[in-house]
Each structure stands twice: as structure tokens, then as C-alpha cells.
């Protein structure tokens, strides 16, 4: 990816409307979570509902303490709500076993986190195919889609690298290009940005915008304005309910990307 590519704040056209609704990634309705902790019961999930439409771009945000973290879990099916129902497909985890939630993991999920959770004895390539390899699925095609995801994120000369002969920033490009190696029902982003630089932040929420115009569905966890600013929708949530639930206008999502774009103009200035 070129300079200019990655700090461009043009975004591709949106695809034409359509009178047919979309499709949903996800559904959740009135999920609720309670963990029993030293005697007292503690409410993390109060109720919250909403849809996220395929092709959406979700942003989560939320003070500590809010249930940020709790529907995070129950997202990436890593945990089941105590009540309330929560939809991929026609499959509604809360009645799923440990196996099933597992496989529902390795196929219509994919994982972005903070810390990139690439093994680092593997390569570029090798990480990029692990949700494939817990499914058997190792062949020649596969080892294609491996290299032609690792060349949409700009990694195509560093098939070999390992994660330590790389910088943050193309740590999480192989993190990106791994959550969509089983063309997922979304990507799940947890602090996608957390550990990077502003210049960096800015090639990675570039590359989630292009990842977006294509038809990918987002739902991302920050804390940070400026990055839930880039996305179409603001779910903010509050003592485990839904707060408020946001559109972000195209015209407030441009000036979000000009304003981090002029920011790290900015900032190579002063480093130059």
C-alpha cells in the first residue's frame, strides 16, 4: 500500500440502493447477562437489543463497567447470555453446545484484536491460515487465498516475515487478513487500534473503510471518538443497556476521516 493509498480520505462510491432489506449479520434481542460473584449477582446485560444489517459498519463504545465487555463476549461467542437470544443465521447461540459455539467461532466470525495474537514461530502466510487449519482445510487452494488476503493488506512481499520481523501495523494487517480467510459473517475488532500509532491508525481504519465499501460487515469496540466516527453507526451502551443508538452521517464520517488525515500530515511534518 502506497503512502498515498493509505492516507487517501476518499472512500469508493457506496453500491446502488436497493427496496430489498439486507440481510442480517447478527440479531440480538433483549440479551441479558448475570454472573453470581462472591454471593451477589451482578446484571452486566440489562436488555439490550439491535440488529446489525449485513454490510454494516458498528461501532461499540461505552465507559467501564457499561457491559462493553460483556457483549463483546457474547459477539464472538466466547460466552453465553443468561437470557435473551442472539442470532447468526438461523442459529440462536444461547442454544448452543460448547462444540457448536466453537465451530461457529472458526467459520462465521472474524477475530481483530489489540494485541494482533499471531504465533509467532509462523510465518505471514501460516498465520493467516490458521482458522483453516482448525478446520483440516490446508490444501494448495487454500494456501492461495492465504497469499491473495495477505496481498489485499498490502503483505504480499512478506509471506515469510515473522510477526516479530514486523512492525504493529502490519502485525495487525495479517490480523486482518486471518479474520477474513472464512469470508465471515463479520469481522469482530476489539481495540483495533489500541496498541498503534496515529500513523498507523490511519492505514488501519483505511483499510476496515475499504474492507466496508466492498460489502464487509464491521462491529468494532473503542473508546476512542475519533475511530467510532469513521464507522455508520454509534451503539453506546450504559450501566448494561443500550444508551443510545447513532447514525453517523456521511458528512460527519468525512470529516472524521479529514480530520485524522490532517493529523498525521501534521504529525510527519514535524517528524520530517
Known sequence: MSTKEAYSTETRPAPPASDTPPRLATSIRNLKKEYVLKSETVRALRGVSFDVPEGDYVAIMGPSGSGKSTLLNMLGCLDQPTSGSLLMGDDDIITLTDDQLADIRSKRIGFVFQSYNLIQQLSVVENIQVPLYYQGRLGAAELERAKA?????GLAERLDHRPSQLSGGQQQRVAIARSLINDPFFILAD???GNLDSVTTEEILG???ELNNEGRTIILVTHEDDVAER??????LKDGMLDRDELISEEKRAAARAAQHENVVQLLARQS
Open 149 to 153: 488476503m495477505a496481498e489485499r493488506v
Open 207 to 209: 483499510i476496515f473503510d
Open 231 to 236: 464507522a455508520k453507526r454509534i451503539i453506546r
Open 191 to 193: 481495540e483495533p487500534t
